[in-house]
């Protein structure tokens, strides 16, 4: 066995041999119990309750206002909005994340770390600001405001403008997960493939893809929950115009305003469920990643 | 390397197209913040972003984003700290759900604690007759941004707290240390930049957070109102030159969080002894 292995396996014993079975690392009894009473009323009052409630309160009146609230017209199309956002988001981030990772971590050029920091903005930027900056470019009063009026376009309040705000908050997700690991990876296999006659995209698809896929995969779930629920930046630039510039999150803030609290909750157990299933996948994803790299050391 | 020992294809594509989609999506639009900014004349600016009201938003986001990430600080490295080295049933469940705040969008998470924390809610109604009042107050804002900070510090610090070597643990014990002194001299010190990187990104995320909060803040006028809602505020009354001047103090504090946090990180890749 060798020692890459063996260090894999301790890592993936379960903690009671790891620590809590060697003396000088276990807790006394009394410290143990104090640490997991506090941490865990910490994690029940600020997420678990949170969650247990949303579903709570969508199915407080019963099945049939649950499914009117979600059958609602103006719910039906913030869905298909939501949705729409996010494929158009989604692929277009999918394609930048793996032309940024292949520019950064498979050539030297000057500059490098500081495009990955440019790469990671939007994400310190507030939601806010994402939003007002295409208003202060595309917006009745912005630089191409006059312009776009001209040839009745638009984009501020109306659907490119939620589609845009998107696409910049949801920006560095798959460009974040897959640099570190591409990096870590080195360029040797891909540049064996080169020289043994694979073409450019023979090498990217049958060595770097199979590769990097389930840290790919994460990014693009990652992804994919912010796009479906990005609220401050969207909802600068929606308008919130109902049945029509209105996305899942924004629906859900109109009900709440107009006290339709079973109906805004309805709305937002959709979300919740696809923020657990988002959960449950990154979950799958880390299990299989951690299985790939054992099995890897074995072989 | 020069360009011509160059192995593999595509630098220039991949590279161009790269830099094109960055300056398009985010440089170029964050630059129209400074100079619709840099465009307005400096008194009418100051008097934008001095105002009594705005500096009220700014002591409390800072005020609260602080408090914020310091209770995650705190509470995070216990809930870590479970994690990590205590088994205990529904362990896999806790940590999965950590990532909640991650993936849940702020509008939820908004109505959700909201509702937990009126008065009339599951913990609202036992902290009301104590003469507490969490929602719809500064205290709301609180209690947001602790839902929205937790993962960032517990996700910094445990790939640490893993990776830490217990035989420095069982060094300290053999030469007679107490477990206390042993956690606090030699775990806690090697935690400490991941801690402090923690903290800085749950506090870059308190400051600019505005879906979670609105809903539970009440947004009282210098009581309990965010600066990403005074630039929403400006918006409403079409105020465009009053809603830049604010969103251009924002981005310069997101730069200067975002080049402390990059110092932090890069502290912590240095002061983890790397694995052979």
């Known amino acids: ?299 | 390397m020069s360009g011509a020992n160059r192995v593999l294809p595509g630098f220039g594509l991949s590279l161009g197209y790269t830099l094109a989609y960055l300056s398009l999506i985010v440089l170029i639009p964050l630059s129209a913040v400074f100079v619709k900014a840099a465009a307005m004349d400096f008194e009418r600016f100051w008097s934008v972003v001095a105002s009594e009201r705005v500096v009220a938003t700014y002591k409390l986001s800072f005020g609260m984003s602080l408090l914020a990430a310091s209770i995650n600080v705190v509470f995070g490295l216990l809930l870590t700290w479970a994690i990590v080295r205590y088994s205990f049933p529904g362990k896999k469940i806790v940590d999965a759900l950590i990532d909640l705040p991650f993936a849940l969008p702020t509008a939820v998470a908004g109505i959700a604690l909201t509702a937990l924390y009126a008065p009339n809610g599951w913990i609202g109604q036992i902290l009301e007759p104590l003469g507490i009042k969490i929602a719809f107050g500064p205290y709301g804002v609180l209690v947001a941004l602790i839902f929205i900070g937790v993962p960032f510090v517990v996700r910094t610090v445990q790939p640490i707290l893993e990776d830490f070597d217990a035989g420095f643990e069982e060094a300290a014990a053999s030469l007679g240390a107490t477990r206390w002194q042993t956690v606090r001299r030699v775990v806690f010190p090697a935690l400490l930049p991941a801690l402090l990187t923690g903290f800085a990104l749950a506090f870059a995320r308190g400051v600019g957070e505005y879906g979670s909060v609105i809903f539970i803040a009440g947004n009282i006028p210098f009581v309990s109102e965010i600066t990403p809602l005074m630039i929403i505020t400006r918006l409403e009354e079409f105020d465009y030159q009053g809603a830049t001047a604010i969103a251009s103090v924002m981005l310069v504090i997101s730069f200067v969080l975002l080049l402390v946090i990059n110092l932090l990180q890069g502290w912590v890749a240095r002061s983890t002894p790397r694995a052979i």
């Open chain 1, 1 to 299: 066995m060798s020692g890459a292995t063996s260090q894999l396996a301790a890592h993936l014993s379960s903690s009671l041999t790891r620590f809590e079975g060697r003396l000088a690392t276990r807790d006394s009894g009394l410290v143990k119990t104090a640490v997991l009473a506090v941490s865990l009323a910490f994690f029940a009052v600020f997420i678990f309750l949170p969650l247990v409630l949303v579903f709570a309160e969508a199915f407080r009146k019963g099945w049939d206002t649950y499914i009117a609230a979600l059958a609602d017209p103006d719910a039906v199309s913030a869905i298909r909005l939501t949705l729409l956002a996010a494929a158009i988001a989604v692929p277009l981030n999918l394609v930048f994340g793996i032309s940024a990772a292949w520019a950064i971590a498979r050539f030297e050029f000057r500059g490098r770390q500081f495009l990955i920091t440019l790469i990671d903005l939007p994400f310190s930027v507030s939601p806010v600001v994402a939003g007002l900056v295409y208003v202060l470019i595309f917006g009745a009063h912005g630089w191409f405001g006059s312009w776009l009026q001209a040839y009745d376009i638009d984009i501020i309040f109306a659907v490119p403008g939620i589609v845009l705000a998107t696409i910049f908050v949801t920006f560095p997700f798959v460009a974040r997960e897959l640099i570190p690991l591409m990096q870590s990876q080195g360029r040797e296999e891909e540049e064996a493939a080169i020289i043994l006659g694979a073409s450019g995209w023979q090498t990217f698809w049958r060595v770097t893809l199979p590769n990097v896929k389930w840290a790919l995969l994460y990014g693009v779930i990652l992804c994919n929950a912010r796009a479906m629920g990005e609220f401050g930046a969207v909802s600068v630039v929606s308008g919130h115009i109902r049945g029509e510039t209105n996305t899942m999150p924004l629906h859900v803030e109109i009900l709440y305003n107009e006290y339709q609290f079973a109906a805004a909750f309805a709305v937002a157990s959709l979300l919740a469920l696809l923020a657990l299933v988002t959960l449950a996948l990154k979950a799958y994803v880390e299990w299989q990643a951690a299985r790939n790299v054992a099995k890897d050391s074995e072989g």
